[in-house]
Structure formats: structure tokens, C-alpha cells
């Protein structure tokens, strides 16, 4: 009987097992700092709008574009980008499928994404407002996309009961293998669900970060600043984070042309109501900047109480756009110091830059977010 029972607890204990790899994803793989280099690259990829390929028109391309242009557009960019650019991770910022043109959402999300998981790069993914249109919930799509191949997107945090929204999670990014930092996340990366729509009355609009997100965001950046600054290899100050969703905050509506680089073409789409999200963050101190899409005709990145908060400008094909106007992503390289004995220490600086949908995959606006001893500078190149 006893062995019996034994057989039982590991059957059990293989289910356990095979569950939870099903639910966390297929290859969860760790990001650290290239050695070579000391950098870490992030592809950031805003509103694909992707719906049902061959068949999906483009939208805002000039008239001679349009009878060869389609969602296939948006999958060549993807790809080009990821050649080009060498990412360690993607991102994807929701609004990744047009639901209300997808004609299977499982299917959607398989082409939107196959050039991430074909690359065998990791990738990661926050929903935007248009996600759930199609045939699978909101709860649904999110579920599907961690079940991808290469994919690090979580459902939710696993330590909370209780959250709003799905795909509400974080990365860390681990020092160079050999190097004392090694085993330390140097760079740490928060996803949140931004929400579609206001399900509240009296607050019409879209929907904001909610107190549950908050606290849960409150509570982990507290826990990995804590894990940096105590032995072993204790660290002066926190390291840097970057926080990713969809919708833009409040705050993206405090600049003019004088305080951002980039462009600003049409309102800032937030939610009509403040969260508190962005005090939230300047509060926990490692935050240094906010990537969102959501307002496609949008590319700029300003500073605002120490953090920067930037657009990845639009990237798909089926989405609007403006003629003329190149569709575009967002590159954030972070790059690590040299110790006193030559190996690779913490986070030196931050900076980023867009790459557009032209012949030359050209870059514009490389400006320093980040750095040790200052807060954002323009980069001279």
C-alpha cells in the first residue's frame, strides 16, 4: 500500500508539474546582460493591429501602397526590425490583434506574433483595448498568449489572490553570467494591464491602472529594491526600472514641443480620470521610464519628475496612421559599466530611439533616458 501511495504523489506531482509549465508558458528562459557588450536591447512593438493577413487592408498609406499592402506589411517590419536590430526581448504593447477584423483571434495572434516565435527570442506581451474583440475574451486572449513558444508573458502574479486585469507581471534582467551581478536582476521590467474601456457610469472613456495593480507594483518594486541592496554584492541605490502597458497616462498630457523629442500629432487618448499610477511610481524610486502605443500618430518621449514617458509611435499596417508618415518602433538599449577590475558592473545608462519602416530601417531621436550621474540628455548622433 505504501507504495501505492508513493506512485500516487508522483503521478500528482507530474500533473503539478506538467500544469504548470501549460500555464506559465513553454521555455521560460532568463534574460541577462550580454557579456560581449554589456548591453541589454528591447524591441519595442506598439498597435500591430493585426486582424487576418493576406486579406487585411492597410489603412493611411498613400493610394499606390494600397494594392499590395496588407497585415503581411506588418509581419515583414517585425521581421526586418528583429534582424536589424539584434533584441535580447520583445515587447508588444497591445492592441496586437484588431479584433473587430479578426476573424479567429488564435489565429490572429499566431501570424501578429509568428516572427517573434520564429526568431526564438524571448518576448513578452500586454493587451491593449482592441485585443477582446474577437472571438476570445479578454481573460482568454491573455491565456493564449502565454501558452506561446518563447514567450515570458505571465496571466497574472502567482503570490496575489486578487488583481485587475490580465498579463499583469514582471522580468528581470540578471547581470552578465561570471560576473559578480550575476546572480542580481539589474534592470527590472513591469507589465501591466492598462484596461480597455471605463465599466463605471459616471467615468466615461478608457479604463486606468487599478489599487490592486498599484499595490502589487508597489509591493514587488519595494522586494527586488530591497534584493539589490542586500549582501551578497550590495548595491548603493535601486536598480533601474522600466514599466510597459498600452494605454498612456494622464500625465503624457503635461508637455509641449519644448520639453519632449519626438512628435505629437493628435490628443492624448488616457483615461479621463488620474489613477494615481504615475505618483505611484515616482514614489517607489527605480522607475525611470513608461513605454505605452495607443495613440499611434504619437512618438515622444519627455521627462517629467525624473521619469521619462515615451510612445513607441505606430507599427501596423492595419491600423491608423498617416500617409507618409513611416510606421515605427521603439529600441531601448540599456548599457552596464566596467568595474574597477574590468568586469561588468550594474546599469550605466538608458537610452532609446526609434527605427522606421523605411528602405534604410532608418533611426531618429536617440536621446539618454537614463544614466548614473544625470537625469536624460539628448544623445549627439
Known amino acids: 500500500m505504501a507504495n501505492k501511495g508513493k506512485s500516487a504523489q508522483l503521478l500528482l506531482a507530474l500533473l503539478t508539474c506538467i500544469t504548470f509549465l501549460c500555464v506559465h508558458g513553454a521555455g521560460q528562459r532568463e534574460l541577462r546582460f550580454d557579456g560581449e557588450g554589456g548591453e541589454f536591447r528591447i524591441l519595442q512593438v506598439a498597435d500591430m493591429h493585426y486582424a487576418d493577413g493576406t486579406t487585411t487592408p492597410c489603412e ?36 496586437n490583434i484588431f479584433g473587430f477584423d479578426a476573424t479567429d483571434a488564435a489565429a490572429s495572434m499566431d501570424a501578429a506574433f509568428a516572427p517573434a516565435i520564429s526568431s526564438n527570442i524571448p518576448w513578452a506581451a500586454v493587451l491593449g483595448n482592441h485585443d477582446q474583440e474577437s472571438t476570445l475574451s479578454r481573460e482568454g486572449v491573455m491565456k493564449y498568449i502565454t501558452g506561446l513558444k518563447n514567450t515570458l508573458s505571465s496571466f497574472n502574479p502567482s503570490e496575489v489572490d486578487v ?41 466615461p472613456g ?11 507594483f508597489e509591493r514587488t ?14 548595491q548603493k541605490g535601486p536598480a533601474p526600472g522600466l514599466a510597459y502597458f498600452h494605454i498612456p497616462l494622464p500625465e503624457y498630457a503635461s508637455f509641449d514641443s519644448s520639453n519632449y523629442t519626438g512628435v505629437k500629432q493628435e490628443g492624448i487618448s488616457s483615461a479621463s480620470m488620474n489613477s494615481g499610477f504615475f505618483t505611484t511610481m515616482v514614489s517607489a524610486g527605480d522607475v525611470k521610464a513608461v513605454f505605452t502605443g495607443h495613440d499611434h ?19 501596423g499596417y492595419h491600423a491608423y496612421g498617416k500617409a507618409g508618415w513611416s510606421r515605427r518602433a521603439r529600441m531601448v538599449v540599456s548599457s552596464l559599466e566596467k568595474t574597477e577590475n574590468g568586469s561588468w558592473g550594474g546599469v550605466k545608462s538608458i537610452k532609446t530611439w526609434k527605427v522606421l519602416d523605411d528602405e534604410n530601417l532608418t533611426a531618429i531621436d536617440g536621446q539618454v533616458i537614463w544614466s548614473k550621474s544625470s537625469n536624460g540628455k539628448r544623445m549627439m548622433h
Open 60 to 95: 493611411d498609406v498613400f493610394p499606390s501602397q494600397m494594392p499590395s499592402c496588407s497585415d503581411l506589411n506588418t509581419t515583414h517590419f517585425v521581421r526586418r526590425l528583429i534582424l536589424a536590430e539584434k533584441p535580447h526581448l520583445i515587447v508588444f504593447t497591445g492592441d
Open 163 to 203: 488583481i485587475d486585469g490580465y498579463g499583469n507581471y514582471n522580468l528581470e534582467v540578471h547581470g552578465v553570467e561570471g560576473s559578480s551581478l550575476a546572480n542580481k536582476s539589474v534592470l527590472n521590467l513591469y507589465f501591466l494591464d492598462s484596461g480597455d474601456y471605463s465599466n463605471v457610469p459616471a467615468i
Open 206 to 216: 478608457y479604463d486606468w491602472i487599478k489599487p490592486s495593480q498599484q499595490l502589487w
Open 221 to 234: 518594486s519595494l522586494k527586488l529594491q530591497r534584493s539589490y541592496m542586500k549582501k551578497p554584492e550590495p
Open 297 to 315: 500618430l504619437n512618438d515622444f518621449c519627455g521627462e517629467l519628475a525624473g521619469i521619462h514617458l515615451c510612445y513607441a509611435g505606430g507599427f
